[in-house]
């Protein structure tokens, strides 16, 4: 079954599912890519891995159900307990929150030349942590840093609308969705392929060596494909509001748009 948006669908943006999302996305673009860049070429899926101490910062906008489970322990243990006799400590304890690092793994995707081995192209789908937290985001820009500075053509697929966005020159942009191809015989110069949820995700080229034609990448078609796989209609209630939220203008056109579609 096809997404019920005619691009991006805002629902898969929730913490709880993007993950698998990413995965997919990584997945598929790879398997795409494969057999139409042999023998030349091959793909590469890399992991990037590093520890956050603030996981809770990737999970902005959902209720912490955990805590309120424990909370509701802990209110019911109490009621038991004040049936028994028990002095009353000098200093109550403040009860705190420590930082438990997580590890973070992050995939993406390098093409290389058979002969040489060398890294032509570097494909990046972001993740939230790439957008909202401050180690996540420091090292990938230092990796996007490295890669604009070398030989490696460059693409960054951000389908996340909320979080920083990474850095351009033309302050103007705004989109909720974007595609950077950055090829590495134009930089400064890029190509920015900008999209909101009422649009359908343009294809974009994978830049090789100048010689080679470019493959064009349908990533809207490949969106489709995990919706099906992930059954992802399954999963989602288009009752509920998205998360992150919307804005007002925003949130009234997929209302109208769920409403036409007969899944509100």
């Not at 000098?90 to 997580?102: A, D, E, G, R």
């Amino acid at each position: 079954m096809p997404s019920a948006f005619p691009g991006m669908d805002p629902y898969l943006e929730h913490p709880d599912l993007w993950p698998g999302v990413h995965l997919f996305l990584i997945s598929n673009i790879a398997q795409f890519l494969s057999p139409q860049l042999r023998p030349k070429y091959f793909v590469s899926v890399e992991v990037r891995m590093y520890e956050i101490n603030h996981p809770k910062s990737l999970l902005v906008g959902l209720p912490d159900v955990s805590v309120l489970s424990k909370k509701s322990q802990i209110n019911n243990s109490n009621s038991t307990e004040s049936q028994v006799a028990v002095a009353a400590p000098s200093t109550q304890p403040k009860t705190v929150t420590l930082p438990i690092p997580i590890t973070i793994r992050e995939g993406y995707l390098e093409i290389q030349e058979v002969a040489t081995k060398e890294i032509v192209t570097a494909i990046e789908i972001l993740s939230p942590s790439n957008k909202k937290t401050r180690k996540g985001r420091e090292i990938y820009l230092k990796k996007r840093e490295t890669v604009l500075a070398s030989s490696t053509n460059f693409i960054e697929i951000d389908l996340l609308r909320n979080g920083k966005r990474m850095p351009i020159l033309n302050k103007k942009v705004k989109s909720h969705y974007r595609i950077l191809v950055s090829r590495k015989k134009q930089r400064p110069k890029a190509d920015l392929y900008t999209f909101n949820i009422p649009d359908k995700i343009p294809e974009f080229p994978l830049p090789l060596r100048p010689e080679d034609t470019e493959i064009m990448i349908d990533l809207q078609t490949l969106l489709t494909t995990i919706y099906d796989v992930g059954g992802y209609d399954l999963k989602i209630d288009y009752e509920q509001q998205p998360v992150p939220k919307l804005s007002e203008n925003d949130a009234s056109w997929v209302d109208t748009w769920l409403r036409q579609q007969k899944l509100r």
